[in-house]
């Protein structure tokens, strides 16, 4: 039956969970201090392959391969996730010349292994092994073994995979950022795989919400405030933008400017002597979040979007929360 929790169990909860997450830093700390020349081999060899880094494994390695191939596959290097039992089973048809395989073995010994290793040496396949020994089949068969620094696991029986399996998926997650700097994988390569969620809303470019063409209010200097007036009004920014002769922007005009200069005569002003030069504005590569951060500090509601100083589009704030930036 489970304890009852106390005070005393409660205190040995706490120091079971401080434990664990101690001796899995430990691990990861020795394993920074290990890397050695054989890492940059995997490397070499993962960057070479002009297909898929098929990643593979069993029980909690498998589990493990599994986010590393996701990983992979979302910051720039092709991956996908083979099952050993499937792969003898018809699967090894999803490994094909010029993709490298990456094994991952506690004990190198996994028997169901074994084919999809055969598979590789048979057909010059490049083999990549992630291991927490040395001296046994995977690691002799592998191209370049990656072997794991002796830890402790966490498990007080010593069997459960806790620090193994951490150290491991830490391994392959530095494998993926090296990759990564290695191809200069950009925010704009990023956004193309992740265009969905917060990911995504955060990558978002003021291009890809901005209003553009016959949407944009743009007008004159020579323009009398009364067709200003109607523009704006249609175009429902609150606001519009005064462009020189070149089409370059001079300054905008928005509601605050209609207050400052409410006369007599202001429908008969030419827009040039009412607007506020300086606007703010933005480029279209820039984040949105470059926006919203643009539009809280100058408390505005809107910014031109400009490009070799001409405005190319307009950006509404209600635009940017629309699309989850915020």
Known sequence: MPRLQTAD?????LSSAKRVLRLEVEGLEFLAETLDGQFVEALDVLTSMTGHVVVTGMGKSGHVARKIAATLASTGTPALFVHPAEASHGDLGMIKAGDAVLALSNSGETPEL???????????????GIIGRNDNALSKAADVALILPATTEACPMGLAPTTTTTVMMALGDAIAVALLERKGFSPDDFHVLHPGGRLGQRLLKVADIMHCGDELPLLDGDTA?????????AKSFG??????????LMGVITDGDLRRNMSADLLVQKTAAVMTGGAKTIRPQALASEAVHLMNAGKITNLFVVEDKRPVGILHIHDCLRAGVA
């Open 9 to 13: 169990t409660a205190d040995q909860d």
């Open 225 to 233: 405030m009364a067709d200003a007036l109607l523009v704006m009004t």
């Open 114 to 128: 074994a084919d999809l290793v055969a598979y590789t040496r048979r057909f010059e396949i490049p083999l990549v």
């Open 239 to 248: 606001c519009v933008g005064i462009v020189d002769g070149d089409g370059c």
